[in-house]
């Protein structure tokens, strides 16, 4: 299989992982298991998965010169994510989040604070990678350098996934450049203020005219719409112990099928089961599966083709 690039635009979180028997009450003690630091957010983490997979990844942003910073950069070389083309900012503080992990709930909490990076400002190389990439991913976040990006890709044939997850302001200036729009259920019936997710599709695709609105819906899998067809997909049931990244990881995963050349239901599949295989490890980036771990899991629940036509 070739490597096709991808590159990303967007947050890069220094993730703090605490691993806690029941979520603590407020005002009280309780002994962590074990705390881990990765790496995190949406489009950063979407990069490593589609690193993961097999694809030729490069994130574009900012990085300061604290110690997040210097973690986040090595984090990258750690999952093949070239990060060269960063611009690291001397003075700053790096976007951090704490995620408390329950065992008893196999749920997450998560509190962060955004640091103080200033936005980033593309420069002519950064923009040449853009337009050599196959697939721009966006989040949402960096959101001038975001627009700017996901224009230049659309005007040079490069398409644009867009991991629209949270609601921040200004986001109507980025949804007409995605031609792959992939936001939560939460997001998609939210923005359009539809109350089930095929209205919600319906209203996406014709007020932005995407070629593709793929819903996420958690444990209940989600929702494929080209504009003729409405369809659903399946989530895989895993014995879950980390959830939080899995949706990040879903749209690394279907940037990879995407410049892979997967039809499109197939890359909701595909993506569906590496996001339940990360569930079952911890870390949003430590437990994305490889290409072929992804394959067999497939096979074993009675998806035998993607091997044939992903290669």
Request: aromatic share 10%; net charge negative.
């Amino acid at each position: 299989m070739s490597q096709r690039k991808v590159v990303a635009i967007g947050a890069n979180v220094l993730d703090t992982l605490i691993c806690a028997p029941v979520f603590p009450n407020e005002d009280t003690k309780l002994k962590a298991d074990e705390i881990i630091k990765c790496g995190g957010g949406p489009a950063a983490t979407g990069l490593v998965a589609a690193s993961k997979l097999g694809a030729d990844c490069t994130f574009l942003g900012n990085l300061s010169d604290d110690d997040g910073g210097a973690f986040l950069k090595k984090d990258f070389e750690k999952y093949g994510v070239n990060a060269d083309h960063c611009t690291v900012l001397n003075g700053y503080g790096s976007f951090l989040s704490f995620v408390v992990l329950s065992a008893e709930s196999k749920s997450r909490t998560c509190l962060f604070h955004r640091g103080n990076l200033p936005g980033m400002v593309l420069t002519d190389a950064q923009k040449e990678i853009i337009k050599e990439s196959d697939l721009l991913m966006v989040d949402g976040n960096d959101l001038e350098a975001a627009i700017a990006g996901a224009k230049l890709a659309r005007e040079n044939g490069v398409d644009v996934l867009y991991d629209a997850g949270g609601l921040y302001e200004g986001i109507e200036g980025l949804l007409p450049y995605a031609n792959i729009l992939i936001p939560s259920y939460e997001f998609a019936t939210g923005f359009t203020k539809t109350d089930n997710a095929e209205d919600a599709a319906k209203k996406l695709y014709e007020t932005y005219h995407p070629e593709l609105v793929v819903i996420t819906d958690g444990k209940n899998g989600g929702y494929l719409y080209d504009g003729d067809k409405f369809a659903h997909y399946p989530a895989f049931p895993v014995e879950a112990v980390d959830s939080n990244g899995a949706g990040d990881v879903f749209h690394g995963a279907f940037a990879f099928a995407r410049v892979s050349g997967s039809k499109p239901m197939e890359a909701c599949i595909f993506s569906s089961a590496v996001s339940a295989l990360k569930c079952t490890k911890v870390g949003a980036r430590d437990g994305v599966p490889n290409y072929q771990e992804t394959i067999n899991f497939l096979k074993e629940r009675g998806y035998d083709e993607f091997e044939k036509n992903m290669d």
